[in-house]
């Protein structure tokens, strides 16, 4: 795993824990927006409730 720069560290370090979670939850929303547009250009026959049907699934069975 890479280490943080230490400018990245002392701001991490210097947020709240309302800041951190804000933070993350902004990132994990990113990411299923970027999942869906994917979805959406690789299965353009899908409907959306289809495509947001199969972000629910990757992201429920993702694994690192």
């Known amino acids: 795993?890479?280490?943080?720069?230490?400018?990245?560290?002392?701001?991490?370090q210097s947020m709240t824990p309302e800041q951190k979670l804000r933070l993350l939850?902004?990132?994990c929303n990113?990411?299923?927006?970027l999942k869906a547009a994917g979805l959406?250009?690789?299965h353009?026959?899908?409907n959306e409730e289809?495509?947001?049907?199969k972000v629910r699934e990757?992201?429920?069975?993702?694994?690192?």
């Open 50 to 53: 289809e495509i947001l049907q």
């Open 30 to 33: 990113t990411a299923r927006k």
């Open 58 to 64: 990757i992201f429920l069975y993702a694994r690192t």
């Open 25 to 27: 939850s902004d990132i």
């Open 1 to 12: 795993m890479n280490e943080l720069h230490p400018e990245q560290k002392k701001s991490f």
């Open 40 to 42: 959406r250009k690789q």
């Open 44 to 46: 353009p026959e899908w």
